[in-house]
Structure formats: C-alpha cells, structure tokens
C-alpha cells in the first residue's frame, strides 16, 4: 500500500537586487553610499564584516 502526499507550498520570494561588497568598494575597503542626501561609510573589516556608519 503506498500514500501519495502532495509536496509543501513554497512561497516565491522576491528577487532582490544583489551587490558584492568588493564591488561597491572597487578592491578596497571603504565605500560611500548616499541615501536622501545622508552619506553613509561602509566599511569592510580585517575580519571579513561589514559595518555600515553614517
């Protein structure tokens, strides 16, 4: 006697828009973003991190 189960519902996430953080730095460690006229720092560790400060 085999069941027969019907798979999970999977939800469709959206796709994000996906940035590698070296890019945005451009080989280095620092990285300015602007956002409504705010500069922020994005900083890449020794460690391998991200912070992020305005």
């Given at each position: 006697?085999?069941?027969?189960?019907?798979?999970?519902?999977q939800?469709?996430?959206?796709?994000?828009?996906?940035?590698?953080?070296?890019?945005?730095?451009?080989?280095?460690?620092?990285?300015?973003?602007?956002?409504?006229l705010?500069?922020?720092?994005?900083?890449?560790?020794?460690?391998?991190?991200?912070?992020?400060?305005?």
């Amino acid at each position: 006697m085999s069941f027969q189960s019907t798979p999970p519902k999977q939800s469709q996430m959206p796709t994000l828009p996906t940035y590698a953080a070296s890019d945005l730095t451009e080989g280095g460690d620092l990285a300015q973003i602007v956002l409504d006229l705010q500069i922020y720092t994005l900083r890449i560790t020794r460690a391998g991190k991200l912070i992020l400060t305005k």
